[in-house]
């Protein structure tokens, strides 16, 4: 996305996305998508695919066959019942649709399992934000009051990751990587916790890899598949302090990032019996979700 991008353009494509979101599991035409975005069926068509690299269509259904793999992964629903939730008009165009998107067809994937690629989408709105409109000073209206700090045991368990090369925040990351990570590690049915971004100790620090990764925890007798490029490493058991802000719109994510950054920057440890302790493990940060505030944590150890 460039710097000369329309942002109400992007608010229309958002409202797209959210639509469909909404309305995943319904018939969607054209015409109703662009209602939504309050344009012509053909420039809303136009619109989205400039901004998202996706047809409407295509987008829906990678979409709609993402969320169909995690249920065929969890559930005990039939494969034709999945196919008929999602829209799908029939078991062998469902077959057909997930064996092109996945690899491998609906029975072998619940018989197998494994990490697949699932289509993760992100808002444009909130990208662009991000992206352009970075570093915005906060005002005293959006400074949080209250940071939630608690300290939780993490057992010894595997880490699997995907590095880059010389990242050291997420921007750098994905311009490294690339977006499709998160599909990855959102489709391992094993893992402990919900995948995170992360900050790596230097000892877990390969030479001409990068700092920050992403990747999921996973139980200490994973026995899984380890997807190509991505390495499965062993951590110990550690505290981590983890520090919670207020929910927040969406659109203000970063502000309220840098919200927790500050209170982390000035806390002190000590006061409640541990110091910081970065060799220990990663730190990490859960995906900034407005409903539940930007949550990160950081390893400790106890003061002797």
Request: proline share 8%.
């Amino acid at each position: 996305m460039t710097p000369q991008t329309n942002p109400p353009e992007l608010a229309a494509v958002q409202k797209m996305q959210e639509y469909i979101e909404e309305n995943l599991r319904e018939p969607i035409n054209l015409r109703t998508l662009a209602n939504a975005a309050g344009y012509s069926p053909f420039h809303a068509a136009r619109l989205f695919k400039e901004h998202t690299g996706k047809t409407p269509f295509e987008y829906i259904r990678a979409l709609r066959l993402s969320r169909a793999a995690l249920i065929l992964r969890d559930g005990s629903d039939s494969i034709l019942t999945v196919a008929l939730d999602f829209v799908f008009s029939s078991h062998a165009g469902f077959t057909r649709a997930f064996t092109r998107q996945f690899g491998l067809s609906p029975s072998e994937y619940r018989k197998k399992g494994g990490p697949l690629n699932l289509f993760i989408p992100y808002k444009v709105l909130a990208s662009y934000h991000a992206l352009h409109q970075g570093g915005r000073k906060m005002t005293p209206e959006s400074t949080t009051r209250t940071i939630f700090v608690q300290v939780v045991e993490r057992p010894a368990r595997k880490l699997l990751l995907k590095r880059g090369q010389k990242a050291e925040h997420y921007y750098a990351y994905c311009e490294e990587v690339g977006c499709d990570v998160w599909g990855v590690l959102c489709s391992i049915k094993e893992a402990l916790y919900e995948p995170v971004g992360l900050w790596l100790p230097a000892h877990l620090i390969p030479e001409g890899t990068s700092k920050y990764a992403q990747g999921v925890e996973l139980p200490l007798d994973y026995s899984g598949a380890v997807p190509e490029g991505y390495d499965l490493i062993d951590l110990p058991p550690c505290k981590m302090m983890v520090f919670q802000g207020e929910p927040y719109d969406d659109s203000v994510f970063e502000e309220a990032i840098q919200e927790v950054w500050n209170h982390i920057a000035t806390f002190d440890p000590t006061l409640y019996g541990y110091r910081w302790a970065p060799e220990v493990a990663p730190r990490f940060q859960l995906a900034p979700m407005g409903y539940r505030g930007y949550i990160e944590a950081l390893p400790v150890e106890p003061i002797a």
